[in-house]
């Protein structure tokens, strides 16, 4: 139980209004999508509900966060943040933990139109920011995780590719700079900001602090707190006098798609042929998106209910489909678009393919060219059971995405044919690439049933399984490699780098407050 | 201790890869009476093993490392010793290309590969560099990379650390990581044969290591090789050019052309810059500012790509008020197309026109350019320089987020007062620009301690715990960024 002194500390810092210890409220942040599988991983007995915290504190400043910290220093509590929060990982991990939910830091503080970063708080949603950016014709990488999410937690913190990654990027990619609270209560303001006042760049002076705060993957809230991100931003490719206008209700809505769109989906016979087709189209920095799924994902994209979805599937798309990708061609003028549009249709030609939109396979409305860039994935990746995970994850080319891809084919049949994970034929898979194809990735959306606790078991072992693979056979590291027992498990293949997240660990979090769940705890705990 | 050392290092590379010869040994000092900048031996190692072991026992014997890997002239000082005894490491002998893959459009190269020699093997490959302007012909492509020094290509330059992707690092503690997705699983074979090329600088994990090392200026670890991106090699490339007398006429352009991503190379220059880059004495007759716009198109639509992007480019320009030419006075486009994506003839082009100069750098935005020229001009007539003899190289970078900006003094080096001149400039010139809201993201040693006091006790504090998890007894490079020397 929470020691009502440390209690009646942190209600000093933020008021009575301001922090809870009701276990109603407090179960609330205990129920996480994922929780289920983590748990089956551990090899418990799945469940929705993860630990739940002792209190929730709810700051408005970076200074009154700091004094937080500062706290749970002085009592040895430990805390984890939480910002808009979608995973086990948003939770806290051990009991006698607090959360500090950055809720009420919802502020996009500046937008800077000219030199194309904005700044904001931790609660800033995607869906705020591209409303404000639009404005401007402005936009930022908004990550996959969907509209309702937290940039800055995806920016600082997290793994970060989107449905706009061949045109925006990766998230830890666009981080500019942070604000951060070290788990040792400094602020630290990291780039130019502390020299200038501005944000333009987080690097220097000297080498990148941006080295300790996240990596590939993110410090999932294993070290510190971040109160404000500067991120970069690209162009809206929409006509000057474009605005945001919708029509009609969620699914069924219609949204003013900009003059110089179009999706197309590029359907090939061949891995041979798809793979050359990918990397050509990417090279040529043309497209916003540049994804595939399989015929169940495609149809789940561009339908609105389950019903639809099946109707498509089976009234030709399944038969239809073999290696594809879709692309969204948005141009800012009819000469761009027009060179686009062609140079897709070359490249589709040249390597034999067809258009699933033009043959009549598939049909998006106005509203999915919207969900492309919102990323709703809410509406689509758990519209068929409710619950989803991706397997793998690994990024480097497209080439290792292709092959990745045909590994794991078998592998996820046998799970499908245990009844575990929902049946595509072991076909599902989403990959993206970054930066002109510079970067790929693969992972393998899986459906599951959450309320089944053979389900959720299969789906873990299957997981399981596909870490094995990536580790044995080299096809980079999945998602999810994070705490003491994962890593260690990955480190003998990949040259030993625990021992330096942990001597980070020991260096920036001395007393190991800031919760490692999904970090690295400075001791090895996963040999103790 | 000399003669221990030297026998130490000995066995280490062979005899022949160690040397204490005098004639050597002063290319690295800068005052010949203070014996603390004067380096004590020069090695050259010939692979990762031979760094380690090097890392290794400069750890166990206590002196200290500075990793060089380019020619002359060294400008920065960033390979000058400041503590007695230092041993030069001497990458320049690893300098194997080893890797270019078209497909995935990288290389993987060592140290001492210099841009002389990594060009003609990507044109052979069919791919570009993304390189800076007019490197010195003995420029180390890592080195650059580690520095990062900015590139000419805008729209190419995702973020701060590009074109750099994974390295590998042989930290000050003698332990070896291989960054990014270079660090597994697996070995580098077992990558290449599951369709890898070592393209994801990112972690491993949740650190990324490469960004500790990028810009440490050899104080956290000795890097053996990197991974650089490449772009594929246009069919049609022009190079175009607008003059002007205020670099505010060119913001609008500038600002709206970075934004779509629509130009190749896009960078300003001043006059004295120009012309010391084409080799000519024509100052007089150039606007104040050129502004450099190349333009390409590659793959099967090339012509059509080029067309596309110089009409859309056009519009933006007609819009803006700029009018984009092939030639202004006696210069033309393909004059200085030619100087692109090439390394300086010898001698350095930046030595011609005085036989020396002394570059001042730092980040800031394109709207902050004007004012902080303007006060550097003042500084350089206060300082005795005359204005005509500051070059200026506006470079934006990040895709047109910040900007890098070169302010270049010319100056003789044979002249005291020139020299002194130079000295009063660079250190009063710094300051205001500082003050004006310049930041120096890559601090040359002249000034890192201004720089650093303007840093807050917690960035420092951080730095110094990144320097002890990675080079806790200060081996590595002592005297540069904010590390204090140890060794007395």
Redesign the interface.
Known sequence: MINDKFYSRLQDVVGERNITRTPAILDTYAFQWGYEIESAQRGDEPSRFGQRPDAVVLPTTTEEVQTIVKICNEFKVTFKPFSTGMGPWAGVSEPGAIQIDLRRMNRIVEVDPNNLYVVVEPYVTNSELQAELFQYGLMHHAQGAGPQTSPLASHTSFVGPGFTSPYTGFSGRNLLGAEWVAPNGEILRLGSYEHTGKWFTGDGPGFSLRGVIRGWMGAYGGLGVFTKAAIKLYSYPAPKDWTWNISGTIPKYEWEVPKYWKLIVLNFQEWEQYESAFYEVSDHDVVMMATTSSSEGLAALFTDTKMEAIEVIFGGLLARTRRYFIVLIAAHTEREYNYRVKLIRTIMKKYEGEDLIEEGFISPRSAHYAETIRNMLGGHAFRFSNCFQSTHGGMDTVAMAVKLAQVNQPIKSKYIEKGVIGDDRGEGIWTTTYEGGHMAHLEVPTVYDGASKESCLGYAEYQDECNDVDLKQAYGMPFFIVGDKVHDYYASRTMDYPKYLRRIKAAFDPNGISDSSHYVSAKNKSNE | MNTSIHNDLSKIVGPDRVTDKQELLEQFSSNQEDDRTHPSLIVWPSSAEDVSQIVELANTKFFSLIPISSGVPRMSGTSTPKVKGTVILDLGRMNRIIRVDS????AMVEPGVTFSQFLPELRKAGLRPLMPLMPKASQSVLTSCLD?EPTTIP??H????DPLLCTETIFGTGE???T??A?????LE??W????????P????????????????G??GIVTWITV?C??APEVHRVYLAGSETLESLQKFN?AL????LADEHFVLNARCLSAMLGVDTSDSLPVWTLVVGLSGH???AQ??F??RL??TN?IASETGVFLETTIGSITGDAVHSLLNTPSTEPYWKLTPYGGCREVYF?????MIPSLYDIFLEEAEAAGIGRSRIGAYVQPT?????TNCYFDIFYNPKVEEDIINMEKLVAAGTEQL?DA???????PVTIRES??S???P??L???N??K??FDPNNVLSPGN??FEEVFK
């Open positions: 497909k995935n459009k990288v990062r729209r190419f995702w973020d701060a650390s070896m990581l291989r990014g997705s660090s597994g699983p697996g070995s077992e990558q044969a599951s369709g890898q090329a070592q393209k994801n990112m972690g491993p994990s949740q650190f990324d290591p490469f960004r500790l090392v990028q810009g440490s200026q104080t956290i991106k772009e594929v600002y970075l934004k779509r991503r793959g099967p639509l059509e790509e067309d596309y009409g859309d519009d980040t800031s935005t394109l709207d990040v895709q047109g987020v910040n500082m809201g310049a930041f120096f993201s890559r601090p720089v650093y303007r840093s807050s917690e960035v504090n951080a730095m715990r990144v002890r998890i960024l904010c």
